[in-house]
């Protein structure tokens, strides 16, 4: 509209009008030059008004012009074509009628003078209207026969503006649902991807026994991929890959559903051999869309380093020796799951020694593509985990992942990527559990302490951890002789060690009581203003790693962990 209008008022600017014309001109040039000024100052807000505003102003512009030239009246076609883009169908078809109705009067009333017998301009609206209906006048009937053609033309364009008006609305409307269609698919992807991303762990350990670490970058929103690693007991870790076929959401919830069964199944103490079993057994039930899953799992006995584990159709995993070159595990791999009834799964054992690691990894890396259609391969990946074989279990993973990159150079990768490595650091050091039963009185204080130092020194502890957790003792120790009994009474002890961790816990038959609970002094207060008691247990807590209580089977059960 703007465009139209400035393309108007320059064109009366520029021409060199004599006094006649001047008149009608300058009125034009008047009344589009608001209009104007309107777009320039609210361009960037969509008020309803503007266009009324601007489609009034240049009618009456376009009726001046027509004044002293008929061929001005063609301008008014214009208006319905530009207000085609409004998308508004109704307001498109009554500005069509408008424009036609003054071209109209414009094309008819072009025989009425301009001026009266005295010189003055009478040329108006009215005068103008008057003459183009007046079709007693011969005139007039002649210039409706001659501009019929012009004016049936003109009526053409305005069917084709509503026309077009309606279709780019009806357009817009479909486009807008669809793309309001796709955002919520877009969110719902969003979610999955998210939930995905929960269910997959990311908590990676790294201690003085075994680190793991794992990444996955899916080729779609979501992806079908997947990997584990969970402890089964005290002294037995999992790991576990996975590579469901087909992509997408359908593909992600097929995922879901075999990799929580397989953790289900694991974690009931099965072989892994009939951990796949019973999992293929549940898959092949419920699989209508007949996917299948290659999928790897492996359980390994931090205390000894065997391995023991099974191959679903999957890719071979990579071991790295600690004094020697990456290679295959090599083993005879079994049917993918979910595809086959009672299919026999086998069960293969190695041992890993401290400085082994183990990488596994789905077929998205060895069957990546350069952009000139090549695979990665296995000799590239074997390649790339032997030049970095000293790396950490995170940074070999990053490197494989880096050089996987680099050779797609940009090429979209065509399915998930995934890759876990695990690293065996040494056997895992257990000290059995042991128990012994006191009678708990202020003269067998010492004694008590004696025997838990002396179990913390038999698992390794260092003689500052000794010191503290001697110290803790003799505080519960003297909280359970005041609180649980009268004339003293049994207490249990319980001790164990765990990758460098101990544990003892106090049993006692007294009356429920939670030290825990009871309100920490206020350390920042002189002594005469601090409340009586809990200084012991302040001490205890800031001593020890962790501490805990419950109440179980009428003893009072007092936790004490601490790292060494």
Not at 165 to 182: A, C
Not at 311 to 338: Q, S, T
Not at 402 to 423: C, M, P, R, W, Y
């Amino acid at each position: 509209m703007i465009a139209l209008e400035a393309a108007a008022l320059i064109y009366i600017l520029l021409n060199d009008w004599d006094d006649t014309r001047f008149y009608f001109g300058l009125r034009a040039g008047f009344i589009l030059l608001p209009g104007i000024i309107i777009n320039v100052v609210f361009r960037k807000k969509s008020y309803p008004w503007i266009k009324y505003v601007d489609n009034f102003l240049i009618m009456v512009a376009i009726f001046f012009l027509c004044g002293f030239n008929e061929l001005g009246a063609f301008l008014f076609i214009l208006l319905p074509i530009i207000n085609s883009f409004y998308l508004r169908p109704r307001f498109t078809a009554v500005t069509g009628l408008l424009c036609l109705l003054m071209m109209y009067i414009c094309f008819m009333s072009v025989a009425e003078s301009m001026f009266d017998d005295n010189g003055r301009i009478v040329y108006n609206f009215f005068s103008m209207f008057r003459t183009a209906f007046n079709f007693a006048d011969e005139n007039i009937v002649s210039l409706l026969q001659n501009r019929s053609f012009l004016l049936i033309a003109a009526f053409a364009l305005i069917i084709v503006s509503v026309y077009l008006s309606f279709n780019s609305r009806s357009f817009t409307i479909k486009q807008g649902e669809l793309m309001n269609k796709n955002l919520s698919n877009e969110a719902e992807l969003n979610v999955a991807r998210n939930i995905q991303e929960g269910i997959l762990s990311r908590d990676f350990p790294d201690n003085n026994s075994y680190g793991v670490y794992a990444d996955m970058t899916t080729a779609t929103e979501v992806g079908g991929d997947f990997y584990d690693y969970f402890l089964i007991d005290e002294t037995h870790l999992a790991i576990v890959i996975g590579d469901v076929s087909g992509h997408g959401m359908a593909a992600a919830m097929f995922m879901t559903l075999a990799k929580t069964l397989i953790k289900v199944y694991a974690q009931s103490h099965n072989f892994t051999d009939k951990v796949f079993e019973q999992t293929n057994r549940y898959l092949q039930q419920s699989n209508p869309a007949k996917f299948f899953v290659t999928s790897w799992l492996g359980y390994i006995d931090l205390t000894t380093g065997v391995l023991s584990f099974s191959n679903a159709g999957h890719n071979y995993p990579v071991i790295i020796r600690k004094d020697g070159k990456a290679e295959f595990l090599v083993e005879k791999p079994n049917f993918v799951l979910g595809r086959k009834k009672l299919v026999r799964y086998m069960e293969n054992r190695t041992k890993l020694n401290p400085g082994d690691k183990l990488v596994l990894y789905t077929d998205g890396v060895t069957e990546a593509q350069s952009p000139d259609e090549k695979f990665y391969g296995d000799d590239r990946l074997i390649e790339v985990i032997d030049t970095n074989k000293e790396q950490n279990q995170k940074d070999l993973v990053n490197s494989i992942r880096k050089s996987v990159k680099e050779f797609e150079n940009g090429k979209e990768h065509q399915d998930d990527v995934t890759i876990l490595a695990l690293s065996f650091k040494d056997y895992l050091k257990v000290t059995p559990p042991d128990s012994k039963t006191f009678f708990l009185t202020k003269e067998t204080f010492d004694s008590v302490t004696d025997y838990i130092c002396e179990r913390c020194a038999e698992a390794g502890c260092d003689g500052q951890t000794v010191s503290n957790i001697s110290i803790a003792t003799s505080e519960i120790l003297a909280n359970i002789e005041s609180y649980a009994y009268e004339n003293g009474g049994e207490l249990e002890i319980l001790t164990k060690c765990r990758d460098r961790r101990m544990t003892i816990m106090f049993k006692d038959k007294g009356k429920p009581f939670n030290p825990l609970l009871v309100q920490e002094p206020d350390i920042t207060l002189p002594l005469s203003e601090r409340s009586p008691g809990g200084l012991g247990i302040f001490i205890v807590k800031k001593l020890m790693s962790d501490t805990g209580y419950a109440y179980l089977d009428g003893h009072n059960v007092l936790t004490l962990e601490m790292d060494f």
